[in-house]
């Protein structure tokens, strides 16, 4: 079974402060999570950076996950980041894709008890986008990352609901294609009513929202 | 602290972060926080912090897990409150 998860952090939202304190930090990356960072990472990317790619990379585990186990909790501290590489280069990526170039974003690999997963990251001045897999390639993962004019919880959805239709309307221009729910609370998508097999991940936060999904295998 | 008057100050905890600011004053035992209050998952870690200062308690990991809605976040506060 196929599936996808993404997340988005918008950096102006997160209190800088308060995630460098460990109480805080703690309760998102483990004590070897701290230790990687430590050890590789320091005075490259801020450690409040380093806290949110790692929530962005647990949610997206998540979600990734739940398609496959419904009644999965989201427990963060429970889902371990064991490697992270950084870009090469630091030109931006853009805000839609098919693929990664891999030169361009943070790459990691993550274990969740037996499974294990990769994932690929954007970090921009504005926000820390992930989309996980569960291979080491992303060539048939499509992924999109959007502005919006309101962070109000309905106009997120519906905005990301319309970002994410509008990507699928390029590339299936004679389908009629929805955007609805499981009774998972996941989202699916709808062709004449029925569920289709590309799974999809939406995310919203603050002033962004973004969406992914898995074309095949 | 009876129930009641723990749940009038987690609404406090809960109050920065929700979008629904209008359901705060009608939550129970079911309102979900994510879907019902509207609180992005981003913020939960907040109101896990939050809710220790208030109440000098340690929320640990499976505790922190559970706390999805009002009723368990309420069991969760009581049960840290009585190992004090």
């Not at chain 1, 490259?44 to 790692?54: A, G, Y």
């Not at chain 1, 962005?56 to 992270?84: C, D, G, H, N």
């Not at chain 1, 080491?136 to 997120?156: M, N, Y």
């Not at chain 2, 129970?28 to 200062?53: C, F, G, H, P």
């Amino acid at each position: 079974m196929i599936s996808t998860g993404n997340d988005i952090v918008v950096l102006k939202a997160i209190n800088i402060a308060r995630t460098r304190q460990g109480n805080f930090y703690g309760k998102i990356i483990s004590v070897s999570e701290k230790d990687l960072y430590d050890r590789q990472l320091a005075g490259r990317i801020p450690l409040e950076n380093f806290v949110w790619l790692s929530w962005s990379i647990k949610e997206s585990v998540y979600k990734y996950l739940q398609r496959i186990t419904p009644e999965l909790i989201f427990s963060p501290a429970r889902i371990i980041i064991s490697q992270i590489l950084l870009p090469s280069d630091h030109r931006a990526t853009g805000l839609e894709g098919r693929g990664f170039n891999d030169a361009l974003v943070y790459k990691s690999a993550v274990t969740f008890g037996d499974h294990t997963l990769y994932s690929r990251s954007i970090i921009s001045e504005e926000f820390i986008f992930s989309v996980v897999n569960h291979a080491d390639h992303f060539e048939h993962t499509c992924w999109g990352i959007r502005l919006i004019s309101s962070p109000e919880p309905a106009h997120q959805s519906e905005a990301a609901r319309v970002f994410l239709t509008e990507r699928l309307h390029t590339l299936f221009p004679a389908d009629q294609l929805l955007i609805s729910k499981s009774p998972h609370g996941y989202p699916v998508i709808l062709k004449n009513g029925a569920q289709i097999p590309i799974p999809v991940s939406l995310a919203h936060h603050d002033h962004y929202v973004a969406y992914s999904f898995q074309l095949k295998d | 602290m009876t129930r009641e008057e723990t749940l009038n100050e987690l609404k406090t905890v809960i109050a920065p972060y929700t979008m629904n600011k209008e359901m705060l004053n009608s939550i129970n035992d079911q309102t979900d926080l994510i879907r019902d209050l509207k609180i992005n998952s981003a913020n939960l870690v907040d109101i896990i912090i939050d809710a220790e200062a208030k109440y000098d308690i340690e929320i640990d990991y499976d505790s922190a897990d559970k706390m999805i809605n009002v009723g368990s976040c309420l069991d969760v506060i009581t049960e840290k409150l009585n190992q004090k």
